[in-house]
């Protein structure tokens, strides 16, 4: 209750910004609340966000604001120092990111409490993806795991070791390379990426029931995922908040027919599953529910089959290893979507999806697989991150400081969310002009020191210091930093311990 009250008192101030949310047709303007209106909201923003920094704050501000009003790429994190909203030295910047300290939790209602983006149904859409901070060479930095990362080939997939982050973003309509960024969660050695998953899911829609974005009536919350995950358990993680899991499955799976109605007198225990639908194998597919035929410009004719009350069939090992009782039936809507062509000339092959809704009509069907679609908008956002704003660029050696860096960024795309309303078109000449509102948030980061101008400053001035002399010139380093293993430590520890109980 202390929480949910102080989120009230917080929502105060912002009660214009959760409930301003509008949609827009696709190529059309997004209408804006007005100028005004959009820099109070900014102004809050940037106040709540300043009272969430609990240690440097001063620095960690100035700091924020470096990285948006930059003229360019963020390549080195000292260079940020040398922007003119950057008023303290570089010594300051790395002790801010070392040592400063953040409320996450604040910062995540604050996140909460801004506008979502509207649909025309109603439906909040979130995708949840994984994006790595690649550190290969950091041997001194604790708790790095092996990252999967896609080669610029045909089957070159490398696992390289890094810090693998969980983001949760809200998808907007119309194609665009905006998103908003809900949470980021960094996955640990000893974390298993579905229940973490699952609890990230379930503090973030618990964060927008309260801020009054989801009501009692509206439509399920839909939560994207591609492949990688487990759909049919994050479903029933998920199974007792108003969502629908939609997931990517690999062409390799089997899923299994509802099983047949028990005749009378047969004899022997009821069969669960009934007979195996394995998606690489043409023979093997019955006749689809449900089949819808979409003109699309970009793909030409998207042909969409579902098939009612599919389910995998569970085995009580990993993830269901300690399962108690029967493993549960999960079922939900098999969707297979083919195209007639790809943009850039590659053979399209099907795209099956599995949601948790057991008997998806043609018109669920339908926004499904163009839900999905809109899904691979976070890759853009992942991209505008690291190759912009900077996200991976800082040599940070502790996991605490990379977190650190990683909420300071996540706010500072929060601001060019809000500033969207506020930036002019500073294009260069060989760039298609675009209307306001519409800009990508690389454009608006662009403009948005003239925006800062017209801000209220929150840091104090710096006061006047010099460096610590640091260590003598010659001498040698007498504590060196600890090497850690990349990887898993669960299952070494178990393995140790099960060595350690057989011999004993």
């Known amino acids: 209750m202390m929480i949910f009250g102080f989120l009230r008192q917080n929502l105060k101030t912002e009660a214009v910004a959760v409930a301003f949310s509008i949609a827009w047709p696709e190529g059309a303007v997004e209408p804006g609340p007005g100028e005004a209106q959009a820099r109070l909201r900014l102004v809050a923003f940037r106040r709540g966000f ?20 930059a003229g360019g790429p963020v390549r080195v994190l000292a260079e940020l120092s040398l922007v003119a ?13 070392n040592c400063g300290g953040v409320d996450v939790a604040r910062l995540r209602w604050s996140l909460a409490a801004l506008p979502l983006p509207a649909w025309p149904d109603g439906r909040i859409r979130l995708a949840v ?8 060479d950091a041997v001194t930095s604790p708790e790095r ?43 640990g050695p000893d974390d298993e990426l579905t229940a973490v998953t699952a609890a990230q899911v379930r503090e973030v ?15 399920d919350i839909l939560v994207i995922f591609d492949a990688g995950y487990e759909p049919a358990r994050l479903a029933y993680l998920l199974r007792d908040l108003p969502v629908q899991v939609l997931g990517r499955l690999g062409s390799n799976r089997v899923l299994r027919q509802p099983a047949p109605p028990r005749q009378p007198g047969q004899m022997g225990r009821p069969v669960r599953h009934g007979r195996e639908l394995k998606l690489a194998d043409q023979a093997t597919h019955h006749a689809p529910e449900v089949t819808t035929l979409t003109e699309t410009a970009r793909y030409g004719t998207a042909t969409a089959r ?20 029967p493993l549960p039936v999960i079922e939900g809507t098999l969707i297979q979507l083919t195209v007639d062509h790809l943009p850039h000339n590659h053979d399209p092959e099907p795209v099956w999806l599995w949601t948790s809704r057991p008997a998806a009509d043609a018109g669920q069907t339908d926004q499904c697989w163009q839900a999905f679609l809109r899904r691979f908008d976070i890759e853009h956002t992942f991209r505008f991150l690291k190759q912009v704003l900077g996200w991976t660029r800082p ?52 403009d948005f020191r003239n925006i800062h101008h017209t801000l209220p400053r929150l840091a104090a001035a710096p006061k006047p210091g010099k460096p610590g002399p640091g260590r003598p010139p010659g001498s040698r380093n007498r504590r060196p930093a600890t090497r850690h293993d990349v990887g898993k430590n669960t299952s070494k520890k178990t393995m140790k311990k099960t060595a350690r109980n057989q011999t004993g």
Request: proline residues 6%; positive net charge; aromatic residues 8%.
């Open 145 to 187: 795991l092996f990252c999967h990362c896609y080669g610029r080939g045909k089957n070159s997939a490398q696992m390289i070791p890094g810090w693998p982050y969980s983001f949760v973003a809200a998808l907007e309509p119309g194609r665009m390379s905006w998103t908003r960024l809900l949470d980021a969660v960094r996955l």
């Open 395 to 446: 040599k940070l050696r502790d996991p605490a400081a990379a977190d650190r860096w990683t909420w300071l960024i996540i706010a500072c795309h929060a601001q060019l969310h809000l500033a969207r309303g506020l930036a002019e078109d500073l294009r260069l000449p060989w760039q298609q002009p675009a209307p306001r509102g519409r800009l990508t948030p690389a454009r608006v980061r662009r």
């Open 85 to 97: 909203e950057h008023r303290r030295g570089h010594g300051a910047l790395y002790d801010a990111v």
């Open 129 to 136: 993806d994984v994006s790595n901070w690649l550190r290969p």
């Open 205 to 219: 829609i618990g964060r927008l029931i309260a801020a009054g974005h989801w009501r009692a009536g509206d439509p």
């Open 50 to 69: 300043y009272g969430c920094l609990t240690a440097r704050a001063d620095e960690l501000a100035e700091l924020a604001d470096a990285v948006l009003c």
């Open 306 to 325: 579902a098939w009612h009350r599919m389910h995998p069939r569970l085995k009580a090992r990993g993830a269901w290893a300690g399962h108690q009782g």
